[in-house]
């Protein structure tokens, strides 16, 4: 396990919110050993700091075999894509980190989101 990893659990164990930062850990990846993915633990950290800032609407995810799937709604509110091969990527090209390029079946002629 990397520092960074080692520092992030530290800090979700100090806000009361490691498990849910794991569990969201697994659902992003997949993983059955949340340790190996470094990188997802702080995409899942970030995401579950948010929903304690503000909890996410019925319409940003949906469970799917016990695992939570962020809907396009959620990923155009988000704002850029995450590059983790999300099943509702709405940008394009897809699955590109910070890329905030939507689709154009979804947004003609540059159009924003509200």
Known sequence: MSDKTEDILYQAHKEGLREEVIATSQSL?????????????????????SKKKKKLDHKDFYLENGKMVLTEEYHIKR????????????????????????????????ETPN
Request: net charge positive.
């Open 29 to 49: 990846d997949g993983a059955k050993h949340w340790y190996t993915y470094g990188d997802k633990i702080e995409e899942a950290y970030n995401i579950v700091k």
């Open 79 to 110: 704002g850029s894509c995450c590059g983790g091969g999300c099943k509702h990527c709405p940008f394009w090209p897809q699955y590109v980190k910070l890329n905030k390029e939507l689709r154009s079946d979804i947004y003609n002629n540059n």
